[in-house]
């Protein structure tokens, strides 16, 4: 009946259930049309990021760099920065370059804003004023020492409403701010608009840059561009829409941003994952754009219904789960798995977040579970917790598959990052379609690692 | 001409001295420019320091708590990274407590704004102490300077100092911040250099014989080592101390005792293998043990060195004799096939002629993003007439290669795999392989094997959909023929 | 008028006789009309008579290899039906090779076309002495007849007898065929009566105790048996033969040999203890293992005919000690909750009284496909006033059952268990149970909590989507309250 | 290089991998809306069936049956049949009653065209006539003693074509017959037209009987009907398309029934598993209705072939595999692990086929493996030949999982009967989709048993 928050008792980080800032908004650079991240850091923020991206999705990770030195540290990375601008103004031909700071950059003090100024003064020159204009290129500041990756990819958002968007003629879309979830999750959500019959403007739009069909005769190359991704007019357009969803509270800068400027109405959470949340989503659909609620998404509720009256007494009830990852998947998932009757015994995140703890509450209060709650904590407390607390079932990235198997818990994977198996990304766990998806994951699990020793139960 | 631009590279014309075309009548010093920096705003696969040292050097000792000083990302992305397997067996027979600790394990102090602004020692410090808490059987603790920590001027030798004698264990800082040298390749010096001055000569061996060696370079890839150190106990020679791959700390510091050191990656640890040499006139040899022929022969030459060529004969005409016949099925297939190397150093010398000689594939260059000069030299020389040999060539670079030389297989990393499928050509992992292990005997057969997995994938004979069906759908390999 | 005619069945007024409602006042002999056949063109809960011989009465031998004389449905449907799990452990102390062999494998003829019209001995012949070599250490070899073999005439017996010479091995006919009597009742019969006849009085058990019982109609669902088996042997008492829950065939033949026939499904089973009875003399005893004192009362009866009251009177208290506890909870979660009982036979009357007395839970009604009178007077009379008994309700039926009398939870099978979820109400498998064993008291303490889970399920306060948010979702057990 | 075919060494039947035909019937008369499926046999023919298809979909399956007793036997079923026929009319209200027989009503000889004009007659008695011309009340012969579940499918679309399918005016629309595959299948098919933008009549649509929402503010009670199904007035006008594929050569009598009887031309199969062919299905289709195949459907055939280029080769190449279940889903299959570059070892099947043989003979063709191939076995054979001849992989449904377990072999379910896990019936296998969800299950399933082993290969 209550949340119970375990504080780090170490000053050391082990294992981070959390990255920098810079990657978050190198994901959501991609997500733009024909965009280029350039990362004005070291050549490992950019190598890693790219590393660990193509790996998750099995898909390719451009991005470029201005190769900081040691020249830079004590000169500054101008020299670096606005040659890297124009060399990717040139060679690249993008409609969009996001400059993404790094720890280096920013401890530097470089004047990113007056860099970009000097490089498009000196491409005019180069390609012509016109060409130059139809290239956003957008400063986006993304010190590492503060918070997470998340925090990188909302101030990535905020400056494409600070930066790109433009009031002109209402357009009748919604925005979408998907946070850092997966194709799979991003379609389900277009899946969702298409039949409420809403056009929608994704902010950003990483679903099919990061999930790109391998066809030559259809692809752009030289440069390589994948297919997808929210086109820069879409953002433009994002000023005039009738309202702004961000899956997350915890990347809603935008989305206020959008709504202070613009008066485009800003709703923040909760993530679509499970009934309730799912309901929510629907229901603030509804209130920005007026449409009306069909019959075939509640036929699609009304299937994870189904599967959850038919199952989840059956095989789930009270089964203990720990859930790690980012915010607002875990609540979300938290609260999804309560909704099924399990037990979310122990709920994880990197991130130092307040509004985890409410979420978390409320799941608390809703499923009567004594929740045991981390925040800014890290793996290797999951882990020594696990020890003394061993639960049935562990839900969350890959990086906790050597803890799962060393303390023989099922694993059941989502979320980022989930790199020793495929698939993962292109399945989402968002919607009543998305239920369905994590419940039968979840469900088959159990099955698999609690039914199967007595094989007879599984005859129904 | 022996130089290329690259026509997508014709806005920065800097990037033609990184081409270089094969001329056989060049002289040895023409070779492309390399280990400077890249230019910005390239997409480039270059790493940085602090993956060299960490990432390459360090991260394969099994039972050292490693500890990045930086904010939280640079520790994160030193996670599972590199296929280092380790097992539990020290040298003294007894044994570590977790097996792949340094695959498990990663440490940060998980820097803040106000750190950056107040300085980070005091967090390092503790970090330390709970390092020591949380895992009190490591044998020593390393500390990684990092980008933010080069740059705020944490002072990391004075930490491990201090540290060291609160805590009686080693303590080892290493100052390789990510900006350090235009490759990864600067990382490797700095974790060479640290290594030699503050570890070798202070431990003594268990045990030694009169055929011990350091197998030096050798990281434990995907289980490379242990096909390696099978083959040298059966030719009767010991590894006393390998560097770095499956070894503990303490090896380090024995090395000095060895009798050879055999140097197997050269980029990255040659340093090592000199300064033992200097200091402790202890002889190495740079060697290849990838394919069977530089196995069999690299073998020998060790094996020589002890009187001991004998049983590197017997152990190479059985395992000879176990490959062959595989071998051979694969030369057939691979046969006329282009490929391209694309590694972060030796292998692109490594690995050219043994495709062109024992697979009769054509290798149409090679490339490096942190070779320096003494690798490039090697890669030029075992290339023949026309063939590319390159620098940090970059994404778009790799595009029009791809296109131009009908290219069959690119060999190369994570990086590149997925953006190369979208080409509609297979890359195969060479950095941290696919089915490995890759070297010695049964290692080139799996190479192999992957090859021509990857490029008879059926998958390439169906990129498009065909308004009409062909009447018989041949078989891939029929087709590939 | 004890007597209701559903409005969905007004143009079947038949079914009226089949509709009891308790009257207290009424005549011990004004029970539901039943064991009679189906009205055409239901949607029937009932099996047939096939079912009744081999999924319940034979299926649970562990040691028999059954070849169902049929076209191949008949033989598909064999498989896998029933939760009836066996060891490997034999009365003399040696093991069968294959653990679960009755729920792996399942043998038939595939009868085809040609059969029909010329005939199915030939193939029956040549499929056991198939099945004798598959399967060379099986017991013993039973056959069944079908609809199709008892059209078509085959004469199972003449070939059992014939082949039972040929191999030297125990072979058993069953004619059950699937249109025989109304309900798998039938076969059950049959299925005793063959057993009985067959069997009985052929083997000699490896030893005999002073306490030693024959446990009667207990298929061991979902490990029942093993429960039940457990308290036995801990009281003192003797399992000599099961029948026929993880026992073996040899088993059977020696029930002549026990003291005390101890009869579990009532409906199956009495005829075999009776036919002991009356040829033996040996006594037997219905009982009711369901719930706690069920459990407790029927253990100690069993004891007493021992002497061994006493022993009884301990494991009772400890294990009432281990369960109450738990007991209380799901009672307090399930008290006013109303159950209907949709079971095959006897769970119908096992289980009102302790849901009603343990549970607090409110049993609007029971009903059965396939009991005689004697089971329905035992319904009848563990009933209030004003409830249901129900002989072989139909799909139609329930549906507005469960409307008209707002039930919580019915408890039936898999055939009604997706159905009744879609009128919008749990349904809990009381046939091979949700997760069992369901008897004793560990099984009536799962049995709560089944039946707690399925209630309690969050699903049932989220059936539709609500146009606005509850301001504080309420959690279901307050919900439920 | 071949196809080496075993034969079956013994007249018993262990472990079939196949049922009689009304069970096929069954299925395929759910598939239509409001229909009432009406055995005429013993109560087991309906209790079975009920038993089995509710364990595999998790759904009801609501079949009456006209309960033959000894009576019968001796005297005909005609009483049975004629009342039953009236009581289903009656009390049940269906647009569609399908009169199954089985092996008892077809020995006793029944008239079943006979009895059903009694009791229409009888009922027009008792509830009009224009009532009783409301229900189509159809003959279905499906002897169980001849061939398996497949025919009696097979044998009710036959009947649909022949007893209820009427021309009038063309409709442009496509008739589709799926043979016996998932209701996710079968979505997934609706999903490929729907893109080609071809509207289709699909005989019998069971995607919604067998995966029904539960939701009780819409759903039709007393008598309870699933949402959907194909109406009877599709079912009429299914003479007026411009084509009919049916997805398996073996059920398409219909189809060639249309084509004889109204000029509707067929395509039977190949079930489009794999790219080739689901390839070749959209060549049909185009041919049938010349619509143009769209980017869009390219797209997600680029995802497939995009997945497989990442992932085939490195994971799947050359591991072995035992494929089982019914013969076109078994074949394409079979075709489909080899263009994934695995090596169909063994595939089996219980039906007697020679247009298996042929199937499987051009898959050996095309990958050069050497094929074991059983037509007309059991899971006996299957499971005696893995203790000679270990797989790296079992494909098929869950009938033979224990000797999975057993053998150790993992096993990738598919097809029917799935029981011992949740949500394959929602899972398609066909089409581009279908692929890369099949493959990811034979991935993952690889990497968990393969790999997982050494773990530091799955960090990529």
């Known amino acids: 009946m209550s949340m119970n928050l375990i504080e780090k008792d170490r000053v050391a980080t082990i294992n981070p259930l959390k990255t920098c800032q810079p990657l978050g908004a190198m994901w959501a650079v991609t997500g733009i049309s024909r965009a280029v991240p350039l990362v004005h850091g070291s050549q490992g923020c950019s190598a890693f990021v790219r590393y660990c991206l193509s790996r998750h999705f099995r898909e390719p990770s451009e991005i470029a760099v201005t190769s900081l030195h040691e020249d830079a540290a004590v000169f500054g990375g101008r020299k670096n920065l606005v040659e890297g601008i124009q060399n990717v103004a040139i060679r690249l031909k993008p409609d969009f370059i996001g400059v993404i700071t790094t720890c280096s950059s920013e401890i530097i003090g470089d004047d990113v804003i007056g860099f970009i100024k000097t490089a498009k003064g000196e491409l005019k020159e180069k390609i012509g004023e016109e060409a130059v204009e139809k290239i956003k290129i957008i400063p986006i500041s993304t010190p590492s020492f503060v918070e997470t990756h998340l925090k990188g990819y909302d101030n990535t958002i905020k400056a494409l409403a600070d930066y790109v968007a433009e009031p002109s003629q209402p357009n009748e879309k919604i925005n979408i701010i998907p946070g850092m979830v997966n194709p799979g999750d991003i379609r389900e959500i277009k899946h969702m608009l298409r039949l409420m019959d809403i056009e929608s403007i994704v902010l950003a739009d990483i679903s099919d840059p990061f999930d790109a069909p391998l066809r030559p005769s259809t692809t752009e190359y030289k440069p390589y561009y994948p297919k997808g991704g929210t086109t820069v007019d879409e953002i433009v357009d994002s000023a005039n829409s009738v309202g702004t969803i961000s899956l997350t509270k915890y990347a809603g800068s935008g989305a206020l941003s959008l709504e202070k400027k613009y008066n485009v109405p800003a709703e923040l959470g909760p993530i679509p994952i499970g009934v309730r949340n799912t309901d929510q989503f629907l229901r603030n659909l509804k209130k920005l754009t007026g449409q009306d609620i069909p019959d075939s998404i509640l036929d699609e509720r009304g299937l994870l219904i189904d599967s959850m009256a038919d199952v989840a007494s059956r095989y789930l009830f009270d089964k203990t789960v720990a859930i790690y990852g980012d915010p607002e998947i875990t609540s979300g998932i938290a609260r999804f798995v309560g909704e099924l009757g399990m037990e979310p015994k122990l709920v994880l995140t990197g991130s130092k977040s307040q509004e985890f703890v409410k979420d978390i509450e409320k799941v608390a209060k809703e499923t009567g579970a004594e929740i045991d709650t981390m925040i800014d904590q890290d793996l290797r407390s999951m882990e020594v917790y696990l020890k003394d607390n061993p639960v049935d079932l562990m839900i969350g990235g890959s990086d906790a598959r050597l803890m799962a198997k060393e303390n023989d818990i099922p694993l059941v994977r989502v979320g980022y990052p989930v790199y020793d198996r495929v698939g993962y990304h292109r399945r989402p766990i968002v919607g009543y379609n998305g239920g369905i998806q994590l419940m039968d994951l979840i469900t088959n699990t159990v099955l698999e690692k609690y039914y199967e020793p007595e094989h007879w139960k599984l005859q129904q | 001409m022996p130089f290329k631009l690259f026509e997508v590279s014709k806005p920065i014309p800097e990037r033609k001295e990184h081409t270089y075309v094969k001329h056989c009548g060049d002289p040895e010093d023409c070779l492309p420019k390399c280990n400077s920096k890249t230019i910005p705003g390239s997409m480039t696969e270059r790493g940085c320091a602090f993956a060299g040292a960490k990432g390459v050097i360090t991260g394969a000792i099994k039972d050292v708590a490693h500890i990045v000083h930086s904010p939280v990302g640079c520790t994160a992305y ?216 530089y ?119 994570v990086k590149e795999k997925y953006f190369v499928h979208k080409l509609g050509i297979p890359c195969l992992l060479i950095h941290s392989y696919e089915n490995g292990p890759y070297i010695g005997f049964e290692g080139f057969v799996n190479l192999a094997r992957d090859m021509y997995t990857a490029i008879y994938n059926p998958v390439w004979n169906m990129l498009e959909f065909e308004e009409t069906e062909e009447p018989d759908v041949p078989n891939v390999e029929e087709e590939a023929k």
């Open chain 2, 78 to 293: 030193g996670y599972g990274t590199k296929r280092y397997p380790t097992t539990t067996d020290m040298p003294d027979g007894s044994q570590f407590p977790i097996k792949d600790f340094n695959i498990k394990y990663i440490i940060g102090t998980d820097l803040q704004e106000s750190d950056v602004v107040f300085g980070g020692m005091k967090k390092l410090r503790q970090a330390i102490l709970d390092t020591n808490k949380e895992f009190p059987f490591v044998s020593a603790i390393y500390l990684y300077a990092t980008c933010t920590t080069g740059l705020i001027g944490d002072d990391l030798d004075a930490v491990a100092k201090e540290m060291e004698e609160e805590l009686g264990k080693p303590i080892i800082a290493f100052n390789a911040p990510g900006f350090a040298g235009p490759t990864q390749s600067k990382g490797h010096t700095i974790g060479n250099n640290v290594l030699f001055s503050k570890l070798v000569g202070t431990t003594e061996p268990p045990a030694t014989t009169p055929y011990d060696i350091n197998l030096i370079g050798e990281y434990n890839i995907d289980g490379d080592l242990w096909l390696l150190k099978d083959y040298f106990k059966e030719i009767g020679i010991n590894v006393l101390s390998t560097f770095t791959g499956d070894c503990c700390h303490d090896e380090i510091g024995w090395m000095h005792r060895a009798k050879l050191s055999v140097v197997r990656c050269q980029r990255s640890s040659t340093y090592i293998a000199k300064m033992i040499e200097d200091k402790y006139g202890i002889p190495y040899m740079k060697t290849d043990f990838f394919s069977t022929k």
């Open chain 2, 295 to 413: 196995c069999a022969e690299n073998l020998k030459t060790v094996a020589r060195f002890f009187g001991l060529e004998d049983k590197a004969d017997e152990l190479i005409a059985k395992k000879m004799a176990e490959v062959g016949p595989e071998l051979e099925f694969y030369r057939k297939k691979l046969a006329g096939k282009k490929a391209f190397i694309f590694s972060g150093g030796p292998k692109s010398y490594h690995l050219s002629v043994p495709l062109q000689e024992e697979l009769d594939m054509d290798v149409t260059g090679v490339s490096s993003m942190f070779e320096h000069e003494d690798g490039f030299e090697k890669m030029k020389s075992r290339l023949d007439e026309g063939k590319l040999v390159i620098d940090d060539p970059n994404a778009l670079e790799l595009e029009e290669l791809i296109e131009d030389y009908d290219i069959d297989l690119i060999m190369g990393g």
